[in-house]
């Protein structure tokens, strides 16, 4: 009898500690999973900033294109008069 009960607290143990294990690695995944979405949602926000960014120097980009180039053709036609 003692054996048998020897057996069954061992048994108990094992379970309890693979249960133990199978929740810390859930608790783990979650956590990862947690600070992965985080991660998402930053470069979503920081790419929406970027592109903004990029839209305001394209902007400038064709203004002063277009300033120079203003300038250039009204230089040209400056010398052929």
Same mark, same amino acid.
């Given at each position: 009898?003692?054996?048998?009960?020897?057996? @069954?607290?061992?048994? =108990?143990?094992?379970?309890? $500690?693979?249960?133990?294990?199978?929740?810390? =690695? #859930?608790?783990? @995944? $979650?956590? #990862?999973?947690?600070?992965?979405?985080?991660?998402?949602?930053?470069?979503?926000?920081?790419?929406?900033?970027? +592109?903004?960014?990029?839209? =305001?120097? +394209?902007?400038?980009?064709?203004?002063?294109?277009?300033?120079?180039?203003?300038?250039?053709?009204? $230089?040209?036609?400056?010398?052929?008069?």
């Amino acid at each position: 009898m003692k054996s048998t009960f020897d057996e @069954y607290c061992s048994e =108990l143990s094992a379970e309890a $500690a693979r249960l133990a294990d199978e929740t810390e =690695l #859930q608790a783990r @995944y $979650a956590h #990862q999973d947690s600070f992965n979405f985080g991660r998402r949602v930053e470069r979503i926000e920081c790419a929406r900033r970027n +592109l903004w960014l990029r839209i =305001l120097w +394209l902007v400038v980009g064709v203004v002063i294109g277009v300033a120079v180039g203003a300038g250039c053709i009204e $230089a040209l036609t400056m010398g052929m008069r």
